[in-house]
């Protein structure tokens, strides 16, 4: 395992490189043909030798191919010229609503002949005026559109900047602003089986809570605020509440994190104990895994949340196995799941700030109690507060203050 943890972060380098340079022609097949070479002498009825000897070596390098192999698969770049008027279709993979517009996020499907061959799985972000009644898009609708597409650049100003890495983080690389006159619905594809009945069973519980909420007998404003901090939707929420928590700097309370499901997890388990099943027994574990990952679903996947339950999930499978893991090597473990389901997610603000806080509190906590040791139970505390608070800061302030 203590080789895993270099294979993840090439792994992550290999995402990185895959971004911003993607081979083509001759490029592309000498990198897929050097990631099969290595596999393959990974796989030598020798390889334990090879393993002691330059193991580590081989697997930063399958880490590294296999991260810039994933990035290319999953986000092509078709280098769509800018200020060409494209004819293209493409599905409807997220819709994002706010008091200014509709944002679609866009999966493409075809586009002028010329870049028809790579186009496929491009994500762009269509930015529409607020939908009429009559002009609603949902997930999976199939779109006709004719427009041009610009790319995300740097520039000067602060706010465009952090527009690129924010869009990046769900994949998207160019974005084009249309009126629904230049789009035109030419199919819906819903999810079928068992995929569409559990969205509908997630949707019912979260619209189930939201009701239960407004019926609370406090000020609207109250409202949006407990909303935020049960479920992470901030969505209604004043603007001059949002300043003051953020002028606090408590505005991680408005988000669903690692605490919020740590609470369910340990609520959970505790109730089950008291209607008569103990810790360690398997109904428990069962409910208490299911539930938290409800929650997780229901709240919409932050990436703090999915790393909490991630890693509830395989200590508890671990115990179950009777294998003994550290909590380190169960971070790298998910954070790698988690990049293998949503590659992109390595430039969302709250993935980094998720793994990096835990990773700091994992490795710098212990030295910061070893170096203060203290008898006092009331010191200690204090001390262990503070020491939470430093070790999660000693590798989250570069990206806060970047």
Known sequence: MHGFRYFVWAWISGLLVGWFYQPKGIGLIIMLLLLLAVLFILLLPSRYSLLRRQGLILSICAGLLSGWSMMLIRYPDPHIEEGVNYSSSGRVVMVKENRFQN????????????????????????????????????????????????????????????????????????????????????????????????????????????????????????????????????????????????????MHLLAVSGLHVGLVFMVLMKLMTLIGFPQNHPLNRCVCILTVWLYVFVCGIPPSAGRAAGMISLFILSRWMGRQVTSIHLVYLVCFFHTIIEPAGIFSTGFLLSYLAILGILVYFPKFQKALPVRNIVLKRIRDLAGISLAAQTLTIPVVLF
Do not use: C
């Not at 000067?156 to 690129?164: C, D, I, R």
């Not at 690389?173 to 009126?179: G, P, W």
């Not at 404003?221 to 509440?241: C, E, F, Q, Y």
């Open 103 to 250: 944002q679609l996020i866009v999966s493409l499907l075809e586009i002028d002949p010329e870049v028809t061959h790579s186009i496929a799985g491009t994500r762009i972000l269509v930015e529409l005026p607020l939908p009429e009644e009559a002009n609603v898009i949902s997930v999976g609708d199939i779109l006709q559109m004719n427009s041009n597409f610009k790319p995300f650049d740097f520039r000067s100003e602060v706010s465009a900047f952090g527009k690129k890495g924010y869009w990046a983080g769900f994949g998207i690389r160019y974005y084009t602003r249309m009126d629904y006159s230049e789009i035109r619905l030419a199919g819906r594809k819903s999810a079928g089986g068992m995929v569409k009945s559990l969205s509908k069973f997630i949707a019912l519980i979260r619209l189930k809570l939201y009701s239960e909420i407004a019926l609370f007998q406090v000020a609207e404003s109250n409202k949006t605020v407990i909303k935020a901090m049960l479920l992470g939707d901030k969505r209604g929420m004043d603007r001059d509440i949002k300043k003051v928590f953020s002028t606090a700097g408590i």
